[in-house]
Antibody, heavy 118, light 107 residues
């Protein structure tokens, strides 16, 4: 059974940092790209970042470029999102999601809440 | 960036109704379009990928159609479990983008 478990959310002040983790199981981890998708309270879905199976291909949304860094550890079946210089507008539930064969998200984590507030 | 626009934003319907949601792209996404269902407090669930391919385990009352810039999600006979918010997503090119969502509620 495919499972993704997001963790690492919390309450931070503007300008601070946080690292989210996504732990995967039930599939050949290195064969799949992983993305982070976020959802601000009461709002829609926003794609944040993408990392290919071998970490060669990485993409970011403009809203987080230069502040967020995605990485993965295929030996430990984990993906990370290092979030620096956090802003109030980064407040959201962050989901990690497995990327299907082309670019859709076929499995999702349960989400990690990040709150940026003074 | 490719903008995705869904209509309507809210849809009131009854059980057994046929429901259609439209998603329009600001430029072609070919057939690289997915549909998701999301219930409050839960992660989204993939329903349709590549515009019309039904994800494994999804009931056959859900169907998708379209290509290029105009797409539809149809629920042939709405069931109580289908009251939720639906999102389209293009994955033709980065940045991948979602529609704003369509909430299907009880009439």
């Amino acid at each position: 059974e495919v499972q993704l478990v997001d963790s690492g959310g919390g309450l931070v002040q503007p300008g601070e940092s946080l690292r989210l983790s996504c732990s995967a199981s039930g599939f050949i981890f290195s064969s799949h790209a992983i993305s982070w998708v976020r959802q601000a309270p009461g709002k829609g879905l926003e794609w944040v970042s993408y990392i290919g199976g071998s970490s060669i291909t990485i993409w970011y949304a403009d809203s987080v470029k230069g502040r967020f860094t995605i990485s993965r550890d295929n030996g430990n079946n984990a993906v990370y999102l290092q979030m620096n210089n956090l802003r109030a507008e980064d407040t959201a539930v962050y989901y990690c999601a497995r990327v299907g064969s082309r670019g859709y998200f076929d499995f999702w984590g349960h989400g990690a809440l990040v709150t940026v507030s003074s | 960036d490719i903008q995705m626009t869904q209509s309507p934003s809210t849809l009131s319907a009854s059980v057994r109704d046929r429901v259609t949601i439209t998603c329009r792209a600001s430029q072609t996404v070919n057939s690289w379009l997915a549909w998701y269902q999301q219930k409050p407090g839960k992660a989204p669930k993939l329903l349709i990928y590549k515009a019309s391919s039904l994800q494994s385990g999804v009931p056959s009352r859900f169907s998708g159609s379209g290509s290029g810039t105009e797409f539809t999600l149809t629920i042939s006979s709405l069931q109580p479990d289908d009251f939720a918010t639906y999102y389209c997503q293009q994955y033709n090119s980065f940045p991948w983008t979602f529609g704003q969502g369509t909430k299907v509620d009880i009439k």
